[in-house]
């Protein structure tokens, strides 16, 4: 956070200070400046401003006297005998500026929106059911190799993470920003425009991911299209042509809205795709401009996921060879590519999972020339409403109806770990070797048991289920 102070965030928050403040030394304490939020106790340095948020299982509030030793600055929604009750101490340290308001998070979201205001490039804001994490990376790589560019970094695209990443957006001199914004209950875009105002929007996919919490694929597709909520009459949106609950909106939204895909219909198109490898080259083609685009990463989706960045990067006027020549050398956050010193290749897709994407991780399977064996482990999806079992058999049914060009079964050997993640198993066909655990431990020990050389095998499940650990176990 460039050039705040705390007096600054007193008048953006509509706080005020409480605690004990000697009266000659208040005024240097309001013009002390604020670099950086944090909302972990463990992350907290001298010039933080620390938001205590209320958690599920952790408040924050708890936390305040001991981060008052490092910091002078903390925003508070509890009164002082409150906090020292949750702290269980007797007194708070003095002379600190303890900012109390009615919500830490919607103050924190007040503070985002402030350093967004003070922005003055475009802003891209990019979400979807599927793919919105790597294709923010990809219009980022675009868009950096023309100009500088802010981007998301990591996660951070929730009610708490996209006012974090705002608030770093003026830190550093640049002509772009790329912001990822995640949803997973009604309301939530809208709260995340109000913070972003995002000038393009971007909509990846419309699938089943937090249909818990939305209701279906139209509440999910309506409430995602709250992205362009605040958008002025120059405003662009860019949907996946793909999708037919996208492209049924042709012509019917308030903004310009220009189409990606390999449908014919789409503005800008791939043609001639070719697979090698699990690989992508397509030709990219818009109106009368064709080029090359060669991919650096696994699978058809990326396909969609890369034209997306482009899109955008023709939309803002840059050069389209130096943006599809950054693709050749693009590596994602999410899917990684592990050469182990044993012969056999991991794939790590297992930040997160949602029925389309577990039968996209599919699909990379299938698209890699594999000298061994497929081995695809699966895990339990979360957030699927009370359908989720029969979403976990629509797997099983894809992995069933999905084969290689010589007609074998797409994958050797399916193992599924948790609780729901049998009925993947459950309703794979007999031609396809099946294993099922509740114990992560217990099936690393049986996967190392029975890979070879040449062998290929991919992790993908919800968050929640800790894949990463079980990668670890086995890298």
Known sequence: MKDITIR??????????IGKIDSDYRNELLGTKISRIAIDSRDVDSESLFVAIPGEKVDAHKFVPQVATVTKAILVEEDESTILAKAD????????AYIKVDNTLESLQKIGAYCRSKYTSKVVGVTGSVGKTTTREMISCALASNIPTFSTSG??????????????????????????MGISEPGGMDKLTQIVKPDIAVVT??????????GSKEGIRDEKLRIIGRMSEDGAVFLNADDPMLFALKGKLPVKTFFYGTNTEADYRAENIVFENGYNTYTFVHGKDKLIVNLNVLGQHNVLNSL?????????????????????????????????????????DSYNASPDSMKAAINVLRDMDVIGKRIAVLGDMFELGPDGDNYHKEVGEYINTTKLPSGKPVIDMLITIGEASHYISDTVNSDVETKHFSDKKEAAEYIKTILGPGDVITFKASNGMKFAELVEMLK
């Open 308 to 348: 997306a960045a482009l899109a955008v990067s023709d939309y803002m006027g840059l050069d389209l060879v130096k943006a599809a020549r950054s693709f050749e050398t693009f590596e994602g956050m999410r899917q990684k590519v592990i050469s182990t010193d044993k012969g056999y290749t991991i794939i790590d």
């Open 8 to 17: 600054d965030l007193l008048e953006i928050t509509k706080g005020h200070i």
């Open 205 to 214: 996919i419309i699938g089943k991911a937090h249909i818990e919490f939305l």
């Open 89 to 96: 101490v007797a007194s708070m340290p003095e002379n600190t």
């Open 155 to 180: 996660n951070m695209n929730s009610q708490i993470g996209v006012p974090i990443t705002i608030s770093k957006i003026n830190d550093t001199p640049s002509e772009a920003a790329v912001i990822e």
